[in-house]
C-alpha cells in the first residue's frame, strides 16, 4: 500500500501549499506521491458542468474538491491511501502511522473523516432544510456535522464511487446556490454527512472524544496554521 497526499490552492493560497508540501516531505511523503492541484488543473468537464466556477463561488461551491478527489484516485492503484488536507493545515508527526493503523483496524471503512463540534443541522442550507426527507432532518439534530477539511480514502472502485457520489450530492445543492448565497451553507459538509446516513462505508471520528483521549485524526493536523 502506497500512501498519497493531496491539496488544492486557488491563486491566493499557492504559497500555503508550497509550505504544505515542504511538512509533507518532512514527514517522509515522496514527491510522487503528493498531488498538488489547482483551478488550471480541473479537467474540462468541471467547467463545462458548471461553467460559473470561480474562486467567487468557492469554485462550484466545493463541487472542486469530490472531482479532484475522484480524479486522483482514478490514478492510483487500488489498496492505496489518500490523505486529504485543507491547503491551511499543517500535518504533523505520526500522520502515516495513524494511517495505516486506521486502514488495518477498519477494513471495511473507505471514507475517514474528524467530525466538527456541532450537529449538521446548525449549518445546513436552506435548500436542504427545505427539501431533505424527515428521517434526514432529525437525523441532523442528533448527528455531528463533518470536517470535511481533512479526510482519509482507502482507494477502491467502490470509494471512488461512493466519492462521485459525494460529487452529484454537492452538485445538486450548487446549483441552488448559484441562485444565492446561503451563509448558513457548509457546502461540501452538508452532503458528506448525506452520503454517511446512505452508506455505512463512511466514518467519522468524534470531536469529543479527541479531545476527551487525544486519538485520532485531529491529533496529527495543526487547523488553519498555514493561513
Known amino acids: 500500500m502506497n500512501i498519497h497526499c493531496c491539496s488544492f490552492a486557488s491563486r491566493s493560497f499557492l504559497r500555503s501549499q508550497e509550505i504544505q508540501k515542504k511538512y509533507f516531505r518532512d514527514l517522509g511523503f ?65 500522520i502515516k502511522s495513524y494511517i495505516k493503523e486506521t486502514l488495518k483496524k477498519n477494513k471495511n471503512i473507505d471514507i475517514f473523516a474528524p467530525t466538527t463540534n456541532y450537529p449538521n443541522f446548525k449549518f445546513l442550507s436552506k435548500f436542504h432544510k427545505s427539501n431533505l426527507s424527515p428521517e434526514i432532518l432529525l437525523s441532523s439534530i442528533f448527528n455531528f456535522q463533518p470536517e470535511a477539511g481533512a479526510l482519509l ?12 457520489t459525494w460529487y452529484n450530492l454537492t452538485l445538486i445543492q450548487s446549483y441552488e446556490l448559484d441562485k444565492y448565497n446561503d451563509r448558513k451553507s457548509r457546502h461540501d459538509q452538508e452532503t458528506l454527512f448525506l452520503l454517511s446516513r446512505i452508506y455505512k462505508f463512511i466514518k467519522f471520528e468524534s470531536w469529543f472524544l479527541n479531545k476527551l483521549t487525544g486519538r485520532g485524526m485531529r491529533k496529527y493536523i495543526e487547523f488553519e496554521s498555514l493561513r
Open 153 to 164: 480514502i482507502r482507494n477502491s472502485p467502490r470509494s471512488r464511487s461512493l466519492i462521485w
Open 30 to 94: 515522496y514527491d510522487e506521491n503528493i498531488h498538488l492541484y489547482n483551478p488550471d488543473k480541473l479537467s474540462k468537464k468541471f467547467y463545462e458542468i458548471q461553467p460559473s466556477a470561480s474562486e467567487i463561488n468557492k469554485f462550484g461551491w466545493f463541487t472542486f474538491k469530490p472531482f479532484f478527489l475522484v480524479s486522483i484516485l482514478n490514478k492510483l492503484e487500488n489498496g492505496d491511501a489518500l490523505f486529504y488536507l485543507d491547503v491551511n493545515d499543517k500535518p504533523l508527526s505520526g
